[in-house]
């Protein structure tokens, strides 16, 4: 599983795949060096979608800069912008109503689900399986409409405000959710019948791109990738937030650390969110979706750091206060950024070939790891 | 270990820190030179064994910088807060990229964001902007006429 061969100097050789390759799903620039077919080492070279989303916070109120985090991991902007609300609220020390806490939750799992969907197809398409593209996109094109009807906008939802939510839900919202759902389950059955069981995508996947629990650790890897080294690190269970604390749901943990426990632990994990939707979205209580807050607020001085499972793993927002309406410092820790680091170790000692694969798995989202 | 007993158990490992309060979790500053002793036993200590980083960063107040480790505990869940001032003129600070990996990249982030040199880092380089980048952006005092968002 993991060898370094020996090499002579002759053979070694180095090839650039990115900025612009399909299978980086963006602007990512990865410098490999090669001895044949096999990576000795691979260096990412990033930055080619940077904005400085930290500095730009800085000149943006407590109000503003949630929107600019939809940004950051797009296909997980609903979590992006509840990790920001979250953090102020504890600086302001609201209480969220529960109706507006049940539908931050609804929201997440509906947003987990459609950022599964979108690396599930592009993955299958990776490794060279077109169609799964097509179903993918046909579920995620619903949970899409679901978002747009309540949120009004597809990708960057911008819904969240800190002590609640921006506008009730649609009349409509829970009918189909629940209509969404129903049909959901059979899906994911689906899923496993087109890809999971399919024999050649097993041998593509099995053995490539092995992390060990102790790597995953040290290099402070988060989410799906981690969980798949056996690493029990899901934000959810460990510092639940909102109403995570009152559902049941199971976190997921492989342990053997390759590209295809990784696959597993994502589709699982779609399998857990519409348990957690399931659970929920009958039960949304009556009341305020808002909590009273002042026009501008002010966070007292201090320091505040709240973290959140996105569907890539544990982002950490970490506001230092200096009394005003604009955060004096903001660092946003990005599940992407300690993930990437890591794919040296998970590709190094492999065919060139395999890299494919376990990129694919490691589900990176350039404007993330950038910001 | 709770708050209380994080701090107790704290107190016999250097005789120089300083405890800020309030904040969710304990913050302990050190001084610079002392730092990377004192993660090294934070890591490898059964009881407290911080084995996971999860935010490094750097914070500029204008007079001198800071340098901020989120650490916890994956077996105890326990979380800390290391702090270290350096100087704005000449920042140096020893790497802690072989107590915890990840920490290569992101002290590449701080060195090009921030300026702080990372002694007996492997490769301390740019790692977002271009190599011919001029200044320190993440710095109060950075002006860039072109590209800078201001209200």
Known sequence: ???????????????????????????????????????????????????????????????????VTSR????????????????????????????????RVIMDELTRLASHELWWGAMAMDVGAFTPFFYAFRERETINEI????????????????????????????????????????????????VTGNVIFQNRMKGVGYLSTEDAISYGCSGPVARASGVACDVRKRYPYDVYAQVQFDEIIETTGDSFARYLVR?????????IIE??????????????????????????????????GELGVYIVSEGGTTPYRIKFRSPGFSNLSALNEMAKGGKIGDLVATMGTLDLVIPDIDR | MDNEALKASLLP??????????????????????????????????????N?????????????????????????????????????????????????????????????????EFLHHPDLRRLILTDDFKGWPLRKDFEDPVNMIKL
Request: charged fraction near 20%; include cysteine; aromatic fraction near 10%.
């Open chain 1, 279 to 312: 659970q929920l979205i009958d039960n949304i209580p009556e009341g305020d979706y808002q909590a009273k807050t002042k026009a501008v607020l002010k966070l007292p001085k201090g320091e505040f750091y709240q973290r959140v499972e996105t569907a890539r």
């Open chain 1, 147 to 194: 978002m747009e009807e309540t949120c009004g906008a597809r990708l960057t939802m911008n819904y969240m405000v800190p002590g609640g939510v921006m506008a009730d839900i649609h009349p409509q919202f829970q009918q189909k959710v629940k209509q969404f759902i129903a049909g959901y389950k059979n899906k994911i059955a689906e899923y496993n019948e087109l």
């Open chain 1, 267 to 275: 589709i699982r994990e779609m399998e857990q969110s519409v348990r």
């Open chain 2, 13 to 50: 490992l250097n005789a120089n820190l300083t405890f800020e309060e309030g904040g969710e979790w304990v913050n302990v500053f050190v001084p610079y030179n002392e730092l990377k002793p004192l993660l090294k036993t934070l890591q490898g200590e059964p009881d407290l064994y911080f």
């Open chain 2, 52 to 116: 996971y980083l999860f935010c490094l960063t750097c914070v500029d107040w204008k007079t001198h910088l800071t340098m901020v480790y989120h650490l916890t505990s994956l077996k105890w869940q326990h979380n800390l807060v290391v702090k270290a001032v350096l100087n704005r003129e000449n920042p140096q600070i020893e790497t802690v990229c072989d107590i915890w990996k990840t920490a290569e990249f992101l002290e590449r982030e701080v060195y090009e964001l921030f300026g702080v």
């Open chain 1, 1 to 67: 599983m993991h060898q370094v061969l020996s090499s002579t100097p002759e053979g070694i050789f180095t090839i650039n795949v990115g900025p612009q390759h399909p299978a980086t799903h963006g602007v990512l620039h990865l410098v490999i060096t090669l001895n044949g077919e096999t990576i000795l080492k691979i260096e990412p070279h990033l930055g080619y979608i940077h904005r400085s989303i930290e500095k730009m916070c800085e000149s943006l109120t407590y109000r503003q800069f949630i929107y």
């Open chain 1, 72 to 103: 950051m991991d797009y296909l997980s902007a609903h979590i992006n912008n509840h990790a920001c609300a979250l953090c102020v609220e504890k600086g302001l020390q609201v209480e969220v109503p529960m109706r507006a806490q049940y539908i």
